[in-house]
Nanobody, 127 residues
Framework: QVQLVESGGGLVQAGESLTLSCTTSGLTLSAYDMGWFRQAPGKEREGVACIKSSADLTTYSDSVKGRFTISRDNARNVVYLEMNSLKPEDTAMYYC????????????????????WGQGTQVTVSS
């Protein structure tokens, strides 16, 4: 059974940093592309970043490009999202997800391409 568990969320002030972790189990992480998504109250789930299984390709939404960095440690079964220069508009529940799609379809950052999701971790950025 595949499980994804996010951690590292919290309350920070604008301009500060957080690093989220997604610990995986029940799968060979090195075989799958992974993504981070977020959802704010009253808004649709938004793709934030994704990373290819081999970690040689990453994709970011325009809203976080240059501020967030996705990475992975396949040996430790963990995917990270380093978030710098946080803004109040980054406030949301953050989810990691795994896709079984190949050919780096994940780069489109569409939620429907991802099949297994974690329970989320809350990030709140105060102004």
């Amino acid at each position: 059974q595949v499980q994804l568990v996010e951690s590292g969320g919290g309350l920070v002030q604008a301009g500060e940093s957080l690093t989220l972790s997604c610990t995986t189990s029940g799968l060979t992480l090195s075989a799958y592309d992974m993504g981070w998504f977020r959802q704010a109250p009253g808004k649709e789930r938004e793709g934030v970043a994704c990373i290819k299984s081999s970690a040689d390709l990453t994709t970011y939404s325009d809203s976080v490009k240059g501020r967030f960095t996705i990475s992975r440690d396949n040996a430790r079964n963990v995917v990270y999202l380093e978030m710098n220069s946080l803004k109040p508009e980054d406030t949301a529940m953050y989810y990691c997800a795994v896709t079984a799609e190949t050919y780096y379809v994940a780069r489109a950052l569409r939620a429907e391409d991802f099949s297994v999701w974690g329970q989320g971790t809350q990030v709140t950025v105060s102004s």
